[in-house]
C-alpha cells in the first residue's frame, strides 16, 4: 500500500505536470472544433488590391521581366478558386488589409466571417459581419463584392516568405427566413498563398519601369536562394546577399577575359544587367565587378534597401584577397594573353594568383611575362544611409567604411603602385534590368 | 601668469600645430585621391568617353568622316560557317542615347560540347564617330582590357577587319583570336567565344570579315 501511495504521489507530482508541460499545442485548424458548412466558397482574394506601390496592400509585381501576373489585366485578385493563385509581396510591419469575395448559401443573409492561418506562417483575419445579396455574393462598398479583412498584426518584421493557407470560418449566421446559426462553421480553405515580405519598398533599378515592378522569380532567387530570409534590416540583406554572390553561387572572376562583363551590357553610367539570366547562370559562371555589383545592388534595392553601384577608375593593384571563385590573389588577369596581335598562345600575363607584393605589369619577367596585373576600374555598391561598402568581388567586404576600403584593398605601398591608382573617374552608375 | 609660463605655453601649442600639419600633409602609402565617395549623381558621359578616349588612342582611329549606312539586320542564315549553331536570345537596348545595341546569342551542342557565341552589334544613326564612342564602351571601358591594349608587341598594329579592331584570345588552350571587337563605319561589334571552350571548326577573323562586308554592303543614308 505504501509502495503504491508512494507511485501515485510521484505520479501527481511529477510526471503529470512534465507531461501537461511537454504536450504539443493544438494546431490551429483543431481548435475551435468546429462543423463543417457546405455551400459557401471564398472565391476572390486581393492582397494588392489598391495596385500600386502603397503599403496598406500588397506592392505591385509582376512575374519576370517578360510576363506581368494575371491579376494585373482584370483586377480580379491574386486568388481566384480552382483558376488562379499568384504570390504577393509586402513590406515589413505595416498594417494591411485584403480584399475577398465570398459566396454564400442563398438563404445567408449575412454572417461574421474570420480566417485563420492553417500553419500559423500567415496572420490571422480578423472577425467582421459580411452581408450578402440575393445571389449569396458578399456585398463591399461601392456595388463590389469585395468585402475588406484586417489581418490581427502587421506583416512580418523580417524578410520573408511564407507559405500558408486560410483556413475560413462563419459564425452568427443570420438567415433569410428568420433564425441565427451559431457556429462556428469552416466553410472554405484557400491557398496556399505565397507572400513575400521586404523591409521597404523596393528602390530604384526596380519600380524604374514597368517591367521592373518586383518579380516574383527575384523575390524567390533573393530571399530563399540567395538567403536574405529573416533579415531583419538592408545591412543585414546586403550582408547576406554579399556573402551569396561572393562565395555561394559558384560565380567565377573573368580573370582570362581581362574581366569582360558576363551579365551587364552597355555603356558606363546606364548599364543593362540581365538578372534574368544571372538567376540561372545562363551565361556561364564568368562575372566581372560591374556584373557583381549590379547583382548586388539589383538584390540589395529589391529587399528595401538603398544601394548605388559605384565605379572607380583607375583602381590599382589588389592588396592580396580572395578574388571570387579563385582564392588567394593580388594578380586577378592571371594566366592572360594580351590583346592580339601578340606571340601566339604565349600566356603573358604570370599565371600565378599571388606574385611577389612589390610587383607591377612593369616588370617584364625574362620570359616576356608581365609579373602582376592591376585593376583599370572596379565597381562596389555603397549602403546608404552612410554609404557603406558591400563588396562581392573580392574579400568580401561588408560593412565597411569607404575609405578604409580603398586604404584595405588598394596596394599603394611603392610608388609604382600608387601611380596606378590615380583617380581619372568616380561616380554612380545607374542599372536598368532585363 | 607668469612671462616665462606663457612662453612655454605658447611654444607647445606651436609644436603641436606644426607636428598636426606635418602629419596631415604627408603622402605616402595608404594615402588616395578621392577618399570620399562622391555625394550623389553618375559618372558623367564626358568623363567616360575623356578616360577611354585616351586609353586607346581615339583620335588616331581609321574611318573617322566615314559614310553613315544603313543598319546590318544580322541574320544567322547569311553565314555558312554559323551553319549548326542556333539562336538562344535576341535583345536590344538602348546605348546612352547614341544608339542601339542588339545582343545576340548564338549556340551549337557538338557531342558533348557546347559551343557559344555571343555578338553585340551596336548602330549609330547618325556617325562613324559615334558608333565608335559605342566600342569604347561596349568592348574597351567595360573590361580591364584597356589597361593593356597599349602593351601590344604590335601596337598600333591591328587584325586588319575593321577601322579599327583588336583581338584577343581568352580560353587558355585556344591560340586564335576567341574575341574580337571591331568598328565599321557606323556600326560597332563585338564577338565572343566565352571562357570555357572555344569552337575549333570556328574562325572568328574570317566570320568578322564576312560581317564587315554585310555592313559596307549597306546603302549610305
Redesign the interface.
Known sequence: METFLCGAARFFLFVLPFAWLARADPPPEEDPPIGQAAGWSVSHIKFDHARGQGMADALDIRLDFANDLQHAADDAGEWVKGRRNEAALYVANKAVTLKVRIVAPLNVASADIEARAVAGGIRNLNKRNVTFDNQGVSIGPGNTAYVSFTPDGNTSLTIRKVVDSFSWRASNIRLRGGGVQAGPFRIDVSGPHTTYTVVDLPTAPWYANVNAQPWVSALEFTIVTAGADGKRTAADAAAAITDFVFGGYGLQY?N??????GY?????????F?LTRFMTKA??I?V?C?DVAASMHSMINLMGGNSRP????LWGYMNQAALIGHGACNN??F???????????V?VVDPRKVVGVDDT?RDADADGD?DR?????HSTV?LLPG?AVYEGTFGPNKNVG??PF??AS?D???AAE?AA??????????V?L? | MKLRSVRQLLKTSLLVLSAAVLCSCRPG??????????A??????E??TA?ARENVAFDTWQGKGGAVLAKYDFQLTDFPRLAGYRLESR?R????GKGM?E?I?LSRADGGALY?L?L?LGHSTTSVEEAQEMLL??AI?????????D????SG???GVGDYD???????S??E?T?VALVQNNTACLM?Q???VADPGLDLVALSREIVARILAQPTL
Open positions: 573573368d582570362l577575359g581581362f574581366g569582360t562583363r551587364t551590357a552597355g555603356a558606363i553610367r546606364a548599364v543593362t540581365d551565361n556561364g564568368k566581372n560591374d559605384l565605379r572607380r577608375d586577378p588577369f594566366g592572360a594573353n594580351l590583346p592580339m596581335p601578340n606571340p601566339a598562345g600566356p605589369a608581365l596585373t592591376p585593376f583599370s576600374y555603397l554609404n569607404f575609405r580603398l586604404r588598394i599603394t605601398s611603392t600608387r591608382t590615380r583617380l581619372r573617374l568616380q561616380g554612380f552608375f545607374a536598368t532585363r | 602609402p595608404g594615402r588616395l585621391q578621392g577618399e570620399s565617395p562622391p550623389s549623381g553618375v559618372v558623367t558621359e568623363e567616360f578616360r535583345d537596348f538602348p546605348y546612352e545595341i545582343e546569342r557559344t555571343r553585340q564602351g561596349m571601358a567595360s573590361s580591364q582590357i584597356a589597361t593593356f591594349l602593351l601590344r608587341p604590335n598594329s591591328s587584325l583588336f583581338g584577343a584570345v581568352f580560353i587558355d585556344e591560340v583570336p574575341y565572343d566565352g571562357r570555357e
